[in-house]
T-cell receptor, first 117, second 111 residues
Framework: DSGVTQTPKHLITATGQRVTLRCSPR?????VYWYQQSLDQGLQFLIQ???????AKGNILERFSAQQFPDLHSELNLSSLELGDSALYFC????????????????FGEGSWLTVV | GEDVEQSLFLSVREGDSSVINCTYT??????LYWYKQEPGAGLQLLTY?????DMKQDQRLTVLLNKKDKHLSLRIADTQTGDSAIYFC???????????FGAGTRLTVKP
């Protein structure tokens, strides 16, 4: 158990719909990352939040958005869903204290399986 | 092209050693990681190594780093069927938002 909690574990929804994935980071971790894992794209970094602020954006579509709340949990919002959005979405967290190995190590949640039909 | 490369498949017999290899291109990589993903599960951090280290051993796992050749390997001694999984190599500098993952090596352990 990494200490990162994601809900829901599985989600099936129709094209055009909107879903929200939720993540609770490990206790004490200030950074939250979202990744998408699909068969054809592999593991792709989407976005990072640090202590409530967006820190970095990766390959995140405009239809997707995220936020980190004052209690440090995060939500990833996926809208106007397409079949190609079906994937495993991971949340990860880290202390994110640059310059130290332990501070940079990120821990992954179990993932949320999203199936768009 | 890929910043982190791994072979996609490896098959070994139970009890043998497994060696999973990874190459990366960024010479300023500072932290290198091995993650394990079992079917239907998330990525589990297995081990990590700092770029100024050559080797790290943790029970059945041995990580070797050849910084000159930008080559990282993970050796699993006495491989068990429970080791069957996909193993991801990852590297980053100081910013985790720049962490790059390989495509993953699917290890199959045959009884």
């Amino acid at each position: 158990d990494s200490g990162v909690t994601q809900t829901p574990k599985h989600l099936i929804t129709a094209t055009g719909q909107r879903v929200t994935l939720r993540c609770s980071p490990r206790s004490g971790d200030l950074s939250v990352y979202w990744y998408q894992q699909s068969l054809d794209q592999g593991l792709q970094f989407l976005i990072q939040y640090y202590n409530g602020e967006e820190r970095a954006k990766g390959n995140i579509l405009e239809r997707f958005s995220a936020q980190q709340f004052p209690d440090l949990h995060s939500e990833l919002n996926l809208s106007s869903l397409e079949l190609g959005d079906s994937a495993l979405y991971f949340c990860a967290s880290s202390v994110d204290f640059p310059g130290t190995l332990s501070g940079n190590t990120i821990y992954f949640g179990e993932g949320s399986w999203l199936t768009v039909v | 092209g890929e910043d982190v490369e791994q072979s996609l498949f490896l098959s070994v017999r139970e009890g043998d050693s497994s060696v999973i290899n990874c190459t990366y291109t960024d010479s300023s990589s500072t932290y290198l990681y091995w993650y394990k993903q079992e079917p239907g599960a998330g990525l589990q951090l297995l081990t990590y190594i700092f770029s100024n280290m050559d080797m790290k051993q943790d029970q059945r796992l041995t990580v070797l780093l050849n910084k000159k050749d930008k080559h990282l390997s993970l050796r699993i001694a006495d491989t068990q069927t429970g080791d069957s999984a996909i193993y991801f190599c990852a590297e980053t500098q100081s910013n985790n938002n720049d962490m790059r993952f390989g495509a993953g090596t699917r290890l199959t352990v045959k009884p």
